[in-house]
């Protein structure tokens, strides 16, 4: 008899719902993708409904459904801080506590009642199950993982009381040796400089990561010195006289502010070398404290594998620094890191761990698919769907498709790509991309300003064809989920002169450092996608064809949205962002949109219809 699992995330951010058939991961989703909302925290009824249409099974042929962390001892953690701290945090404590005594503390109530939109025939209560939030974590990031046995550590804010945890798994075991427990976490350390530096925490972290290397690591000592104690085996205390989070309504505290020079940027303020320097800082520390644990858990398991997952684990220049340090043979990193990929962790943590089944022995590939878990659609039903929003477009067979893409490629045209099944995670991985000529030298500001409406030193990833990536990139090895960082081989760079090597800050971006400058950072580091013909057939035949025309397999992939928009979900989805920016061609499926056929009173201002975060 099957065993049918389905897994969920809710209630804090990026809900999400996973459903996992016999120990394989059949569907997966974030809600935002189908409300709209970005990172939607709701009971992800949409993304559960979609995971049973995907695998055509009733709410009723469910086995259980396990959520990704325990409420109630979350809640006394919040109940024990609290008490730590008191009197401070009072209107921390009075804004805090009703939401928990209405909602939080009750989420079984909460889940059954939300499972029963879906179906209220259905005993749910007697269905559901709780996982660790760092247990969750850690089994997405093993149990998917391609290796039989392999150290495992989780990064991220906090869970229920756990912010770091590392372990060993084996087979369809997991044993978590060692936890850091709040309020001492890496994950909310660099929150703080998130905060400080005027981002939105939980979302604005990789805006910091983009912005480190613009800047100078001077103030890394001083977070060495004041804020965090770091042991040699990486462990590690906070002096929380800095940090407001425990009790507060912000992250830092005056001392904080004054140790660094001013209160924190003010979101839409003015960007100053200072701000680039914290961020290099904050970046520079995380690597050193990442890269001692990793050498540490090397060192006490003599694992050659390490997986990885949590908030942090997306952190992919760190991911980088720790394959080329060489503790570790290989490393795995769940593309579902954060917080949305508890949903399959919890699915594979009840599924293994729970009822103890043994995991299909691992030969070679990992179990996430290529991270293309979520809804496609037919053909008919994209002509149908595009029709019905008012698109026009041409109908071709697929040898013309990719050709008429990489023609519009090669015109330094930014090209709408919706193919296949939706990712899940983060990343778009080809599936549902924007994407445009690495070889131009405007590719980078014009995408950033005018297709993607957000700051312009934000960095663009390379995806390109597996079998060439060495000849581009010092990596030798695969990244199929855009999460590790390496630099662009040396015969590919660009020779700077005296005056572009003199820039500073923001200055430096519009300088040309390669054969594929829009994806090139200022350090010669890139964001590298491997592509694989064995789990995105199209999207590798589209490089493959671009590397024919122009001898580049590379392309700029990113995701497809605008600033404040989830990433698209539906042909609809994809119209709209069409409409609403300057993407210049729409693929989707084997329809072809140019944006000089379209309807002009159909175009959006999307810069008015979303809120910029």
Sequence with gaps: MASRILGISAFYHDSAAALVIDGGIVAAAQEERFTRKKHDASFPLSAVRYCLDEAGIAARDIDRVVFYEKPFIKFERLLETYLAFAPQGYQSFRLAVPLWLKEKLFQKRLLRQNLEEIDPEVNWEEKLLFTDHHQS????????????????????????????????????????????????????????FTYYTGFKVNSGEYKVMGLAPYGEPRYAGKIFDHLVDLKEDGSY??????????????????????????????????????????????????????????????????????????????????????????????????????????????????????????????????????????????????????????????????????????????????????QGRMEFGPRSLGARSILGDPRSATMQRSLNLRVKYRESFRPFAPAVLREDVADWFELDGDSPYMLL?????????????????ALFGIDKLNVPRSDIPAVTHIDYSARVQT???????????????????????????????????PIVCTPEDAFRCFMGSDIEVLVVGNCILRKEDQDASLKLDYKNVFELD
């Excluded at 199209?538 to 497809?560: E, I, M, W, Y």
Aim: glycine share 10%.
């Design 137 to 192: 974590h850690a089994a997405s990031a093993f149990f998917a993982s391609p290796f039989e046995e392999a150290a495992v550590l989780t990064l991220d804010g906090v869970g229920e009381w756990t912010t770091t945890s590392y372990g060993v798994g084996r087979g369809n075991t997991l044993d978590i040796l060692r936890e850091i427990h709040f309020p001492h976490s890496i994950g909310l350390l660099y929150s703080a």
């Design 237 to 418: 205390r906070m002096d929380l006289r800095y940090f407001n989070y425990c009790t507060g309504l912000t992250m830092t505290t005056d001392r904080f502010h004054d140790l660094f020079g001013g209160p924190p940027r003010k979101p839409d303020g003015l960007l100053d070398q200072r701000h680039m320097d914290l961020a290099a800082s904050i970046q520079k520390a995380t690597e050193e404290i990442v890269l001692r644990l990793t050498r540490s858990i090397a060192s006490e398991t003599g694992a050659q594998n390490l997986c990885l997952a949590g908030g942090v684990a997306l952190n992919c220049v760190a991911n980088g620094k720790i394959l080329r340090d060489g503790k570790f043979k290989n490393i795995w990193i769940q593309p579902a890191a954060g917080d949305a990929g508890g949903a399959v962790g919890a699915a594979l943590a009840a599924y293994h761990q729970f009822e103890g089944a043994q995991r299909n022995s691992p030969c070679g590939a990992d179990r996430m698919r290529g991270s293309y878990l979520g809804p496609s659609y037919a053909q008919s039903d994209i002509e149908s769907r595009l029709a019905g929003s008012g698109g026009r477009f041409s109908v071709v067979g697929d040898d013309e498709l990719i050709a008429r893409t990489v023609d519009a490629l090669a015109d330094e045209k930014a090209v709408g790509w919706f």
């Design 485 to 501: 960082v390496a630099d662009v081989v040396e015969s590919r760079r660009r020779q700077m002169t005296a005056e572009e090597k």
């Design 531 to 565: 592509v694989h013909r064995d789990t995105n057939p199209r999207f590798h035949d589209l490089l493959s064809a671009f590397k024919q025309r122009t001898g580049c397999p590379v392309l700029v992939n990113t995701s497809f949205n605008v600033r404040g928009e």
